[in-house]
């Protein structure tokens, strides 16, 4: 008899609005796997009781989406060096009573940038936003020893926080408009990727030139009039959106389920079919 496994991805309202559930269910039947995986939103005040259900209910492993990815630290009873490090889990594991907690975005956007031929070492780096998606950025472009990496973020003190344990320096907007930055790399990690999410933002955007820059990546997918696609556009340098570093992560959490590898393109050919 074959048991079926159950995943799952817990969040807020917008764990429903992420492709991960179409794209795992697709990969899953793809390779054979006998898997269910669903969204569940979960509440403030609930998170605990969420971290008990992945026990009662039996459930085999779970994402973890915005807003909770540190908020479940504390129910790891194992966490992974990077999960540590970066402060926010995204793949848990249950093993029995234990819940295990790992980092694969971080290890998803290493993967990306192997896959683009894009070396980080000694390169200059630009990133938006101080969420979790800033602080696995930090810790890979770390990791690959960038020779400087500039956060910019609107709340002061979670950039400190990022620069405190991870690395990185702090700039701001004024800063950069009033001093053209130097980034061979620049990362977009907040929600913002059209006019309509800040037509602020966008006109600072559009009056940077970002000099040395190679490669553009705004860590959202499927947004439509993307300024950080159009900035790119300009340059003339390559853009990347989140499908990419998703596919890569869907692949680590993947292998941290199952140990069984899928190839990133099979996660990419399910995200161009939802």
Same mark, same amino acid.
């Given at each position: 008899m074959v048991t079926m496994k159950i995943f799952c991805i817990l969040g807020d309202e917008r764990a429903f609005r992420t492709k991960s559930p179409a794209m795992f269910s697709a990969v899953f039947k793809r390779i054979g796997i006998s898997a269910a995986y669903v969204p569940f939103k979960v509440f403030p005040d609930q998170v605990g009781a969420a971290m008990q259900s992945l026990k009662s209910l039996n459930i085999d492993g779970a994402n973890v989406t915005i807003p909770y990815k540190s908020s479940v630290i504390p129910y790891m009873k194992i966490l992974s060096e990077g999960a540590n490090i970066i402060g926010a889990v995204n793949t848990i594991?249950? =093993?029995?009573e234990d819940l295990k907690g790992y980092n694969t975005n971080a290890i998803g956007f290493m993967d990306t940038l192997e896959e683009k031929g894009f070396n980080a070492t000694n #390169? #200059? $780096?630009? &990133? %938006?936003?101080?969420?979790?998606g800033s602080r $696995? &950025?930090? %810790?890979?472009? =770390?990791?690959?020893r960038a020779a400087s990496i500039q956060i910019s973020g609107r709340t002061v003190p979670r950039v400190d926080d990022i620069i405190r344990k991870i690395g990185g320096s702090a700039t701001s907007l004024e800063i950069m408009a009033r001093h053209a930055p130097v980034a061979n790399i620049v990362i977009n990690t907040t929600p913002i990727s059209s006019p309509d999410d800040s037509p602020e933002f966008t006109q600072f955007l559009e009056k940077q030139d970002f000099k040395e820059c190679e490669m553009i990546i705004d860590l959202n997918y499927g947004r439509t009039n993307n300024i950080w696609q159009q900035k790119a556009l300009r340059l003339g340098v390559p853009f990347i959106d989140g499908v990419a570093p998703l596919a890569h992560s869907a692949r680590r959490t993947l292998m941290l389920w199952t140990r069984i590898?899928?190839?990133? $393109?099979? %996660?990419? #050919?399910?995200? =161009?079919?939802?």
């Open positions: 594991i249950r =093993n029995g #390169k #200059k $780096a630009i &990133v %938006f936003g101080s969420g979790g $696995a &950025v930090v %810790f890979i472009l =770390n990791w690959l590898d899928v190839e990133p $393109a099979e %996660f990419l #050919k399910a995200l =161009n079919t939802i």
